[in-house]
C-alpha cells in the first residue's frame, strides 16, 4: 500500500523517532550526523499540510541519508577525517533535492564502509575513521555489512522508516540482507548521482532501503523522479504468470542457511502462480571479469573523485594522491584497522577513458549483459532471476580480512542493472534474504515479484521479528 502523509504529524513522528534514536543508537552507531533542526522540518511540513499543501504520499516522513550524499546543511564525509572538518557542500545532491521537495524530513547522515568500501581489500564493513563501526541490530558482534551500514542498520532498529543507500557492487544489497530490510538497488542512471561522492559512474547506483517493499519502491519513487508510480507495482496478485528463474551454479549452495531460506521463498512463489524455471544458470564468469571490473572502477574513481573533491570548498585534499597522503599522515586513526592499497592501485594503474579502461569496460558489458542477464532471462522467457542474496552475517573483524561468502551482485554490478533484495526468515537469530535480478529498467516488473513474495512470506510466517540488540550470536 502507498504511504499516506503522517496521520499523527511530522512531528509527533519524529519525537518518536528521537526518542527510538536515544534509545538504542548508542548500541548500533548507524547515524554518524544527527540533523539539529529535524523538528523544525517537521513543523514546518506540518503548517504545510495544515494548509492543505502536502507535497505528496511521503510528506511529513523521515529519510536518513548516506554519508557520502551531499547535503548543503549537513556535514559529507564518505567516512572520512580529510573532510570532516570542510564545510558543507555548497548545494544538496540532486536526490536530496527530490527529497524535501516531496517533504520529506531529512534526519540526518549515516555512516558507511569509509569511501564506500573503495579504500582497501582488507577493509571492515561498517567502519569508518569519522563513523566509527556500525553495528548490526540482530546481533552486535556482527556485521551490518557494507557500504551501505548505516542506512541499513537504522532501518532494522527503527531509527527511521527510511534511508537512501548507494550501490556499485553490494553495498545496498549487502546491508539490506544483513540487517533483514528491504533494499532497491535501481538501474545505473535511474537515480541521478551528481552530489553523490563516486567510485564509478558505470556503477554507481543510488536506492532505497526500508522494512517493506511498497516503501522502498516508495521513496524509490521521489528518488528517481521520472514519472514512474514505483509503489504501484507493490500490489498483491501479480506473480501468476511470472517466469522465475533459478541459476544455480555460483549463486547457490555457498550457505545452508542462506539456501534453505531461499528454497522456502521458492516454493512460496510457485504456490502463488509463479513458475519456477530451475538451472537457468549464467555462463561461468572467469577471474579476468572481476579483474577487469576492479580495473574499471580503480579508473574511474580516479579521475571522478577529483571532479567531486573540486567541487567541495575549505580546506580538504582535491586528488587522490592528496587523500592517501593524508590518511598517511594521519595514520593512527585512519590507517588503524587497514590501508589503503586500492587508493594506490588506482594510482598505479590505468584511468578512465584509456585504452585499457574501455577495453576492460567493453568485456565486463559484454558478459553480463547479452552474454550473461540478457541471455539468460531472453533464452528461458524470464520475468526474473532469483538467489540467495548473501550468507548470514559474518562476525565483526578489525583485524583480520573479511569472509563474506556468496555474493548475488557482481554480474548485475557490471552490467548496470536492479536487483530488490527481501528478507525471507531469520537464519541461528541473523537476517537471511533473496534477490531479485532483472534487465536495465525492469523495477516495475521485480517490485511486483518482491512484493508478491513478501505478501506470501508474511502469510506463512510474518515478517521477520524485530531486533533485540544480543551481544552475541
Same mark, same amino acid.
Given at each position: 500500500?502507498?504511504?499516506?502523509?503522517?496521520?499523527?504529524?511530522?512531528?509527533?513522528?519524529?519525537?518518536?523517532?528521537?526518542?527510538?534514536?536515544?534509545?538504542?543508537?548508542?548500541? /548500533?552507531?548507524?547515524?554518524?550526523?544527527?540533523?539539529?533542526?529535524?523538528?523544525?522540518?517537521?513543523?514546518?511540513?506540518?503548517?504545510? @499540510?495544515?494548509?492543505?499543501?502536502?507535497?505528496?504520499?511521503?510528506?511529513?516522513?523521515?529519510?536518513?541519508?548516506?554519508?557520502?550524499?551531499?547535503?548543503?546543511?549537513?556535514? $559529507?564525509?564518505?567516512?572520512?577525517?580529510?573532510?570532516?572538518? @570542510?564545510? &558543507?557542500?555548497?548545494?544538496?545532491?540532486?536526490?536530496?533535492?527530490?527529497?524535501?521537495? @516531496?517533504?520529506?524530513?531529512?534526519? !540526518?547522515?549515516?555512516?558507511?564502509?569509509?569511501?564506500?568500501?573503495?579504500?582497501?581489500?582488507?577493509?571492515?564493513?561498517?567502519?569508518?575513521? *569519522? !563513523? #566509527?563501526?556500525?553495528?548490526?541490530?540482530?546481533?552486535?558482534?556482527?556485521?551490518?555489512?557494507?557500504?551501505?551500514?548505516?542506512?541499513?542498520?537504522?532501518?532494522?532498529?527503527?531509527?527511521? &522508516?527510511?534511508?537512501?543507500?548507494?550501490?556499485?557492487?553490494?553495498?545496498?544489497?549487502?546491508?539490506?540482507?544483513?540487517? #533483514?530490510?528491504?533494499?532497491?538497488?535501481?538501474?545505473?542512471?535511474?537515480?541521478?548521482? +551528481?552530489?553523490?561522492?563516486?567510485?564509478?559512474?558505470?556503477?554507481?547506483?543510488?536506492?532505497?532501503?526500508?522494512?517493506?517493499?511498497?516503501?522502498?519502491?516508495?521513496?524509490?519513487?521521489?528518488?528517481?523522479?521520472?514519472?514512474?508510480?514505483?509503489?504501484?507495482?507493490?500490489?498483491?496478485?501479480?506473480?501468476?504468470?511470472?517466469?522465475? #528463474?533459478?541459476?544455480?551454479?555460483? *549463486? =547457490?549452495?555457498?550457505?545452508?542457511?542462506?539456501?534453505?531460506?531461499?528454497?522456502?521463498?521458492?516454493?512460496?512463489?510457485?504456490?502463488?502462480?509463479?513458475?519456477?524455471?530451475?538451472? $537457468?544458470?549464467?555462463?561461468?564468469?572467469?577471474?579476468?571479469?572481476?579483474?577487469?571490473?576492479?580495473?574499471?572502477?580503480? +579508473?574511474?574513481?580516479?579521475?571522478? /573523485?577529483?571532479?567531486?573533491? +573540486?567541487?567541495?570548498?575549505?580546506?580538504?585534499?582535491?586528488?587522490?594522491?592528496?587523500?592517501?597522503?593524508?590518511?598517511?599522515?594521519?595514520?593512527?586513526?585512519?590507517?588503524?584497522?587497514?590501508?589503503?592499497?586500492?587508493?594506490?592501485?588506482?594510482?598505479? #594503474?590505468?584511468?578512465?577513458?584509456?585504452?585499457?579502461?574501455?577495453?576492460?569496460?567493453?568485456?565486463?558489458?559484454?558478459?553480463?549483459?547479452?552474454?550473461?542477464?540478457?541471455?539468460?532471462?531472453?533464452?528461458?522467457?524470464?520475468?526474473?532471476?532469483?538467489?540467495?542474496?548473501?550468507?548470514?552475517?559474518?562476525?565483526?573483524?578489525?583485524?583480520?580480512?573479511?569472509?563474506?561468502?556468496?555474493?548475488?551482485?557482481?554480474?548485475?554490478?557490471?552490467?548496470?542493472?536492479?536487483?530488490?533484495?527481501? &528478507? $525471507?526468515?531469520?537464519?541461528?537469530?541473523?537476517?537471511?534474504?533473496?534477490?531479485? =535480478?532483472?534487465?536495465?529498467?525492469?523495477?516495475?516488473?521485480?517490485?511486483?515479484?518482491?512484493?508478491?513474495?513478501?505478501?506470501?512470506?508474511?502469510?506463512?510466517?510474518?515478517?521477520? &521479528?524485530?531486533?533485540?540488540?544480543? $551481544?552475541?550470536?
Amino acid at each position: 500500500m502507498v504511504p499516506s502523509p503522517s496521520p499523527a504529524g511530522a512531528r509527533a513522528a519524529v519525537e518518536q523517532l528521537l526518542e527510538r534514536i536515544d534509545a538504542v543508537e548508542p548500541l /548500533v552507531n548507524a547515524i554518524c550526523t544527527p540533523h539539529p533542526e529535524a523538528l523544525a522540518q517537521a513543523d514546518r511540513l506540518d503548517r504545510e @499540510a495544515g494548509e492543505g499543501a502536502a507535497r505528496g504520499p511521503l510528506h511529513g516522513r523521515a529519510v536518513l541519508v548516506k554519508d557520502n550524499v551531499d547535503t548543503h546543511d549537513l556535514p $559529507t564525509t564518505a567516512g572520512s577525517l580529510a573532510l570532516a572538518d @570542510a564545510p &558543507p557542500p555548497t548545494r544538496d545532491a540532486t536526490l536530496v533535492r527530490r527529497l524535501r521537495d @516531496a517533504g520529506m524530513v531529512v534526519l !540526518g547522515k549515516t555512516n558507511l564502509s569509509e569511501w564506500a568500501n573503495i579504500r582497501d581489500e582488507g577493509s571492515t564493513s561498517g567502519w569508518s575513521a *569519522y !563513523g #566509527g563501526l556500525t553495528r548490526n541490530p540482530y546481533a552486535l558482534n556482527r556485521s551490518a555489512g557494507g557500504s551501505s551500514s548505516g542506512s541499513g542498520a537504522a532501518v532494522a532498529a527503527g531509527l527511521a &522508516p527510511y534511508a537512501v543507500g548507494t550501490e556499485t557492487d553490494g553495498s545496498i544489497t549487502c546491508p539490506a540482507a544483513f540487517n #533483514g530490510c528491504v533494499g532497491i538497488k535501481p538501474t545505473v542512471g535511474t537515480v541521478p548521482t +551528481a552530489g553523490v561522492v563516486p567510485v564509478s559512474s558505470s556503477q554507481d547506483s543510488a536506492g532505497a532501503m526500508a522494512l517493506t517493499v511498497a516503501d522502498a519502491a516508495a521513496l524509490l519513487g521521489v528518488l528517481a523522479a521520472d514519472g514512474t508510480d514505483y509503489a504501484a507495482y507493490a500490489v498483491p496478485g501479480r506473480l501468476a504468470g511470472k517466469r522465475i #528463474g533459478v541459476p544455480r551454479a555460483t *549463486y =547457490w549452495g555457498y550457505s545452508s542457511h542462506a539456501d534453505a531460506a531461499a528454497e522456502r521463498a521458492l516454493s512460496l512463489l510457485a504456490a502463488e502462480g509463479a513458475t519456477i524455471v530451475d538451472h $537457468t544458470d549464467l555462463p561461468a564468469l572467469g577471474e579476468e571479469v572481476w579483474e577487469d571490473e576492479l580495473l574499471v572502477l580503480l +579508473a574511474e574513481l580516479r579521475v571522478e /573523485v577529483e571532479a567531486y573533491l +573540486a567541487t567541495r570548498e575549505g580546506t580538504v585534499p582535491r586528488t587522490l594522491r592528496e587523500v592517501v597522503d593524508f590518511n598517511s599522515a594521519h595514520a593512527g586513526t585512519e590507517l588503524a584497522h587497514f590501508g589503503q592499497a586500492l587508493f594506490e592501485q588506482a594510482l598505479a #594503474g590505468p584511468v578512465a577513458g584509456s585504452p585499457e579502461h574501455l577495453a576492460a569496460r567493453g568485456r565486463g558489458v559484454a558478459a553480463t549483459r547479452d552474454g550473461g542477464i540478457d541471455r539468460v532471462l531472453r533464452e528461458h522467457g524470464l520475468d526474473a532471476l532469483v538467489t540467495p542474496s548473501f550468507a548470514p552475517a559474518n562476525p565483526i573483524d578489525l583485524v583480520n580480512h573479511e569472509s563474506f561468502p556468496g555474493s548475488c551482485t557482481g554480474p548485475s554490478a557490471i552490467a548496470g542493472y536492479p536487483l530488490v533484495t527481501v &528478507p $525471507t526468515e531469520l537464519a541461528a537469530g541473523l537476517p537471511v534474504a533473496v534477490s531479485f =535480478w532483472g534487465t536495465a529498467g525492469s523495477e516495475g516488473g521485480l517490485i511486483e515479484v518482491a512484493h508478491g513474495y513478501e505478501t506470501a512470506r508474511d502469510a506463512s510466517s510474518g515478517p521477520l &521479528p524485530p531486533p533485540t540488540f544480543p $551481544t552475541f550470536v
